[in-house]
């Protein structure tokens, strides 16, 4: 079964660093673009980052720019997102989401999402 | 960077009914990279259709999506109860991959 697991979720307070995971099965995860969506209580899809499939080309929204990193261990089937200097507005409910294979795609494959909460 | 804007923001309507969803782009985008996605309380996104009108593996027949440039949308010929939830359209071909705001499909 094709799957994505995520973890790492929590409370944490402002300026405060965390690290999701997102751990893959039931698929060439090696071979997959993957994305980090995120969702903000009661509010809509935004994406946040995107990493090629061998970890050589990242991108992020603007509004995580120079905080978050992405990146993947394709060894481990997993990815991850390390998460500085968080503020409020980044809490929100994290997706990993499975992109093309090698290149541009729709995300077919959605994990469950974790829960991230910034506060004091 | 690209803006998706959908319409109405909220649908009522009753099962049986047909569903008209609308997706505007601020500029235009290749229908190849142009995705549907169905969202209910408490779960993930499902992806319905892809590449503007491709339905994904196991989406019923009743989910339709068309057009071109920077206008697309999702119809569903007659709606089911489980219809009944957000949906978001999403452009994919360049990052950024922006979400519309989403539509909420809600029972009359």
């Known amino acids: 079964e094709v799957q994505l697991v995520e973890s790492g979720g929590g409370l944490v307070q402002p300026g405060g660093s965390l690290r999701l995971s997102c751990a893959a099965s039931?698929?060439?995860?090696?071979?997959?673009?993957m994305h980090w969506v995120r969702q903000a209580p009661g509010k809509g899809l935004v994406w946040v980052s995107r990493?090629?499939?061998?970890?050589?080309?990242?991108s992020y929204a603007d509004s995580v720019k120079g905080r978050f990193t992405i990146s993947r261990d394709n060894a481990k089937n997993t990815l991850y997102l390390q998460m500085n200097c968080l503020r409020a507005e980044d809490t929100a409910v994290y997706y990993c989401?499975?992109?093309?294979?090698?290149?541009?795609?729709?995300?077919?494959?959605w994990g469950q999402g974790t829960m991230v909460t910034v506060s004091s | 960077e690209i803006v998706l804007t959908q319409s109405p923001g909220t649908l009522s309507l009753s099962p049986g009914e047909r569903a008209t969803l609308s997706c505007r782009a601020s500029q235009s985008v290749s229908s190849t990279y142009l995705a549907w996605y169905q969202q209910k309380p408490g779960q993930p996104p499902r992806l319905l259709i892809y590449?503007?009108?491709s339905r994904a593996t196991g989406i019923p027949d009743r989910f339709s999506g068309s057009g071109s440039g920077t206008d697309f949308t999702l119809t569903i010929s007659r709606l089911e109860p489980e219809d009944f939830a957000v949906y978001y359209c999403?452009?994919?071909?360049?990052?950024?991959?922006?979400f519309g705001q989403g539509t909420r499909l809600e029972i009359k």
């Open positions: 039931g698929f060439t995860f090696s071979s997959y673009w």
């Open positions: 590449g503007a009108s």
């Open positions: 989401a499975r992109g093309g294979e090698y290149s541009y795609d729709a995300f077919h494959i």
């Open positions: 999403q452009q994919y071909g360049s990052s950024p991959y922006p």
């Open positions: 990493i090629n499939s061998d970890g050589s080309s990242t």
